[in-house]
């Protein structure tokens, strides 16, 4: 069965093979990867969710998921794979493990942070209870044999809007300060991460005391990190957080890749302000484009897209239009964070050591190369700071952040940036 395109359409269109649109969560397991084990779990994981077991199709007019019937495979390898090719059975999601790491791989358009969690959810309870032989309590987790409601199917962005948002704080649609053109380190082909560890209970306790959250207060670590850099500037730093549109849907389990931003602006006025004041703001910012209105004024814009894109000849038309928007869009932006929010991994986290996250959204041929990805696990927040630089000049400085407001934190480790690739759809 071949499925018309909505929500993915707008990713779809706009992937490229410099830009793939994927994402790669790693596992770190306290024991050695069991390849049965993690076999036999991937299958039980797979009966539970048929709508992640897709494959690209495409004629003349039109790009399409379809079913993919072939096994998913799972792979012996630390390298990610190409979503899409032989090599994974045509699936645009992938399961491989090395060592004592669990990899999934996966393409943006199939789904998002909060799509996939779930199903990491389920993959773990199954591979922990085999691997330690043991009855892991089920609870909240989704089994192979439960019914699949029909709310993770369908797609709550492709539904008319029944009353007409009303969206009283527009998001910043001006340029942004770039660090691509003023940024004072050489752009590189290579995406470099660097892994930090903060101790959460300390960093909660900060964040309360301070009126922020997580997301807002690495954002403002961050924007006042690149304005300790570029005092003078252009334009001011604006930092696009990734926001759940699950919620204003009100579609709690729907597996689409249901992702939107807010845009956060740190400008001349907000540098003369307190800390607590600055991070006050942030969080407002977020609070007021967080709102259910302002995130359906962007589903009701997304509906309009859609309806430009099918309108237009042919494919190429439709790749051309997207890639122009997205470069459009990214030119608002400094920097990107992404957190989707604290990981319940149920009774199998006292396995796991470490959980990481990592997009290939930070790249040269964007206007944001710099991207942090946050993650909290186990009594800790992974801080992953992804950027394509010469130099560490701005993670320094976002360290040293986290050292004058006395937040405890290891820099765990620093490599190239692994993530998947997607197979050329435009060859």
Same mark, same amino acid.
């Given at each position: 069965?071949?499925?018309?395109?909505?929500?993915?359409?707008?990713?779809?269109?706009?992937?490229?093979?410099?830009?793939p649109? =994927?994402?790669? @969560?790693?596992?770190?397991?306290?024991?050695?990867?069991?390849?049965?084990?993690?076999?036999?779990?991937?299958?039980?994981?797979?009966?539970?969710?048929?709508?992640?077991?897709?494959?690209?199709?495409?004629?003349?007019?039109?790009?399409?998921?379809?079913?993919?019937?072939?096994?998913?495979? @799972?792979?012996?390898?630390?390298?990610?794979?190409?979503?899409?090719?032989?090599?994974?059975?045509?699936?645009?999601?992938?399961?491989?493990?090395?060592k %004592?790491?669990?990899?999934?791989?996966?393409?943006?358009?199939?789904?998002?942070?909060?799509?996939?969690? !779930?199903?990491?959810?389920?993959?773990?309870?199954?591979?922990?209870?085999?691997?330690?032989?043991?009855?892991?309590?089920?609870?909240?987790?989704?089994?192979?044999?439960?019914?699949?409601? !029909?709310?993770?199917?369908?797609?709550?962005?492709?539904?008319?809007?029944?009353?007409?948002?009303f969206?009283?704080?527009?998001?910043? =649609?001006?340029?942004?300060?770039?660090?691509?053109?003023?940024?004072?380190?050489?752009?590189?082909?290579?995406?470099? &991460?660097? %892994?930090?560890?903060?101790?959460?209970?300390?960093?909660?306790?900060?964040?309360?005391?301070n009126?922020?959250?997580?997301?807002?207060?690495?954002?403002?670590?961050?924007?006042?990190?690149?304005?300790?850099?570029?005092?003078v500037?252009?334009?001011?730093?604006v930092?696009?957080?990734?926001? %759940?549109?699950?919620?204003?849907?009100?579609?709690?389990?729907?597996?689409?890749?249901?992702?939107?931003?807010?845009?956060? @602006?740190?400008?001349?006025?907000?540098?003369g302000?307190?800390?607590?004041?600055?991070?006050?703001?942030?969080?407002?910012? &977020?609070?007021?484009?967080?709102?259910?209105?302002?995130?359906?004024?962007?589903?009701?814009?997304?509906?309009?897209?859609?309806?430009?894109?099918?309108a237009?000849?042919?494919?190429?038309?439709?790749?051309?239009?997207? @890639?122009?928007?997205?470069?459009?869009?990214?030119?608002?932006?400094?920097?990107?964070?992404?957190?989707?929010?604290?990981?319940?991994?149920?009774?199998?986290?006292?396995y796991?050591?470490?959980?990481h &996250?990592?997009?290939?959204?930070?790249?040269?041929?964007?206007?944001? !190369?710099?991207?942090l990805?946050?993650?909290?696990?186990?009594?800790?927040?992974?801080? %992953?700071?992804?950027?394509?630089?010469?130099?560490?000049?701005?993670l320094?400085?976002?360290?040293?952040?986290?050292?004058?407001?006395?937040?405890?934190?290891?820099?765990?480790?620093?490599?190239?940036?692994?993530?998947?690739?997607?197979?050329?759809?435009?060859?």
């Amino acid at each position: 069965m071949k499925y018309k395109l909505f929500t993915e359409k707008r990713t779809v269109y706009e992937t490229t093979l410099d830009n793939p649109h =994927t994402f790669r @969560v790693t596992i770190k397991m306290k024991d050695m990867v069991d390849n049965f084990s993690l076999m036999e779990a991937t299958k039980l994981t797979m009966k539970r969710y048929p709508y992640f077991a897709v494959q690209i199709e495409q004629d003349e007019d039109d790009i399409y998921f379809a079913d993919n019937p072939r096994p998913m495979l @799972v792979l012996n390898q630390d390298s990610p794979v190409t979503l899409g090719s032989d090599e994974v059975n045509g699936h645009l999601l992938s399961i491989s493990w090395w060592k %004592n790491k669990i990899h999934i791989d996966v393409y943006h358009a199939l789904t998002d942070g909060g799509g996939i969690y !779930p199903l990491i959810k389920t993959l773990l309870y199954y591979y922990c209870s085999d691997y330690y032989d043991l009855e892991l309590s089920s609870e909240g987790i989704r089994l192979s044999d439960d019914p699949v409601d !029909p709310l993770e199917w369908e797609d709550p962005a492709k539904k008319p809007l029944e009353e007409e948002p009303f969206a009283p704080v527009p998001k910043w =649609t001006k340029p942004g300060f770039q660090l691509k053109d003023g940024g004072l380190a050489k752009l590189t082909d290579e995406c470099i &991460v660097y %892994n930090i560890r903060i101790h959460e209970k300390e960093f909660m306790r900060f964040n309360l005391s301070n009126d922020g959250s997580p997301g807002t207060i690495i954002a403002l670590f961050l924007a006042r990190a690149i304005e300790k850099i570029h005092p003078v500037k252009p334009d001011p730093i604006v930092i696009a957080m990734c926001v %759940n549109q699950r919620k204003a849907l009100g579609a709690p389990l729907a597996h689409h890749s249901l992702v939107g931003d807010v845009r956060l @602006v740190y400008n001349d006025r907000m540098k003369g302000l307190e800390f607590m004041d600055q991070a006050t703001s942030f969080r407002g910012m &977020v609070a007021l484009q967080s709102d259910p209105d302002i995130v359906l004024e962007e589903i009701k814009e997304y509906q309009e897209i859609i309806a430009d894109l099918d309108a237009l000849p042919d494919k190429v038309a439709r790749h051309k239009y997207c @890639v122009d928007r997205m470069n459009q869009l990214t030119s608002y932006f400094t920097a990107t964070i992404s957190y989707v929010g604290k990981t319940d991994m149920g009774d199998a986290e006292h396995y796991i050591q470490e959980f990481h &996250v990592l997009p290939s959204t930070a790249l040269p041929s964007s206007a944001t !190369p710099l991207t942090l990805e946050l993650s909290a696990m186990n009594g800790s927040f992974y801080v %992953n700071f992804m950027q394509y630089f010469e130099d560490d000049s701005y993670l320094k400085a976002f360290i040293e952040e986290l050292r004058i407001n006395n937040i405890d934190y290891d820099v765990l480790y620093q490599e190239e940036t692994k993530y998947p690739q997607l197979i050329d759809l435009w060859k």
